[in-house]
């Protein structure tokens, strides 16, 4: 089955550890996004990459770091540098440069982040 | 930073009510707008609106997008508890994917 893979559902951490989730993708996807959900808010992009080795920074990246080695993977890394980390996350891919109607995003399951 | 509004941010509804939902967007690059509902986790995708005046059908949901008026609506008619989500609306940029989101409205459909 193709689909998006995250992991951990669910993430406990202590303030000022950093940690990363995990994001892999079978749809051959080449664009991949992460996103923050917070109550009352949506969704918020932290960080895109459009092709591997090379990414670009959301609307709202202070405090992550990503990685896009291969395609099929964009890990997320939350830093102790992030000030208010708790939140739901969200992964995304897309099918990238595209001149039809197909480029909707399709997401992960999430990974719930606590830190406490 | 692009906007897109939803509204209500929340509604509740008996089962067989008729819902519409709101979405209005910033006009700077726009590509198409989307749709998606969120039960629990993963946001499933539901319609891509990219001309005016087009409607769009599944189901019983259905969605349209003005793009003079820069806003898209959803409707869903005859609704059923399993109707109950967080509807999602987002406007696409450029050709790659990425999305600007609305903060959603939470539906609540009672039996």
């Known amino acids: 089955d193709g689909g998006i893979t995250q992991s951990p559902k669910y993430l406990f951490r202590k303030e000022g550890q950093n940690v990363t989730l995990s994001c892999e993708q079978n749809?051959?996807?080449?664009?991949m996004y992460w996103y923050r959900q917070d109550p009352g808010q949506g969704l918020r992009l932290i960080y895109y990459?459009?092709?591997?080795?090379?990414?670009q920074k959301g609307d709202i990246a202070e405090g992550y770091s990503v990685s896009r080695e291969k395609k099929e993977s964009f890990p997320l890394t939350v830093t102790s540098a992030q000030k208010n980390p708790t939140a739901f996350y969200l992964c995304?891919?897309?099918?990238?440069?595209?001149?039809?109607?197909?480029?909707?995003?399709?997401f992960g399951q999430g990974t719930r982040l606590t830190v406490v | 930073e692009d906007k897109v509004v939803q509204s209500p941010l929340s509604l509740v509804v008996h089962e067989g009510d008729t819902v519409t939902l709101n979405c209005s967007y910033e006009?700077?690059?726009?590509?198409?707008l989307l749709w998606y509902k969120q039960e629990k986790k993963a946001p499933t995708f539901l319609f891509m609106l990219?001309?005016?005046?087009i409607e769009k059908k599944s189901g019983r949901l259905s969605s349209i997008l003005d793009k003079k008026e820069l806003f898209s609506i959803l409707n869903i008619t005859a609704t059923q508890t399993g109707d109950s989500a967080i509807y999602l609306c987002?406007?696409?940029?450029?050709?790659?994917?990425?999305?600007?989101f609305g903060a959603g409205t939470q539906v609540v459909v009672t039996p």
């Open positions: 990219t001309s005016s005046g």
């Open positions: 995304a891919s897309s099918i990238g440069l595209a001149t039809g109607d197909n480029t909707e995003a399709f």
């Open positions: 990459s459009q092709i591997v080795n090379d990414f």
């Open positions: 006009v700077t690059n726009f590509r198409s």
């Open positions: 987002a406007k696409e940029s450029d050709s790659w994917g990425k999305l600007q």
């Open positions: 749809l051959n996807h080449d664009a």
